[in-house]
């Protein structure tokens, strides 16, 4: 599949499903891979993640496009488009988009290696926490007993 085919399916699935036209720009980036989608309130463009149709095909992607779809549509009526705005919930919900694309396998592998690299163990009632990010001791608390935590680098 490629960009115009891309164009040509967001455009019918905005018909179909919004009743709206969509008359700007979808295009596939294959660079994305954090996220499925991005829509660019300025240019009103939207962008597909290859990675993730190639990974899990047409049917998520269709979600993905729904998705972005919903913000592209309630930014132009002038609603709320963002993800904590209830006008993007309810919308998303009628159309059948998806909240969450699924994470690549290539991201779920470098999540399962990576490891617990601090810990951090109360002073008072001795409990300890793996962290695989720092984290600044003086703004947190033991969580058990409010005692004050000390870190520790593993490895």
Same mark, same amino acid.
């Given at each position: ?14 018909? +179909? ?5 969509f008359?700007? !720009? ?10 499925g ?17 190639? @990974?899990?095909? !047409?049917?998520? +992607? ?5 998705h ?22 309810? /919308?998303? @919900?009628? +159309? ?11 991201? $779920? $592998? !470098?999540?399962?290696?990576? !490891?617990?690299r ?5 002073t $008072? ?15 947190? +608390? ?6 004050? /935590?000390?870190?520790?680098? /593993?490895?």
């Amino acid at each position: 599949m490629n960009n115009d085919d891309l164009q040509r399916w967001v455009e019918q699935i905005s018909e +179909v499903y919004f009743q709206r036209p969509f008359v700007h !720009k979808a295009v596939f980036n294959p660079r994305l891979s954090a996220t499925g989608g991005r829509y660019f309130t300025g240019t009103h463009n939207i962008e597909i993640s290859l990675k993730q149709y190639e @990974a899990y095909g !047409k049917d998520e +992607v269709e979600s993905i496009i729904k998705h972005e779809l919903c913000h592209y549509h309630l930014h132009l009526t002038g609603k709320g488009y963002r993800h904590r705005d209830q006008d993007f919930r309810l /919308l998303l @919900a009628q +159309v059948g988009g998806s909240r969450y694309c699924q994470a690549l396998p290539s991201r $779920q $592998q !470098k999540a399962r290696e990576r !490891k617990h690299r601090y810990l951090l163990r109360c002073t $008072q009632c001795s409990a300890e926490y793996l962290r695989k990010r720092r984290m600044d001791t003086a703004k947190f +608390v033991c969580g058990s007993c409010k005692g004050r /935590l000390e870190l520790f680098v /593993l490895e």
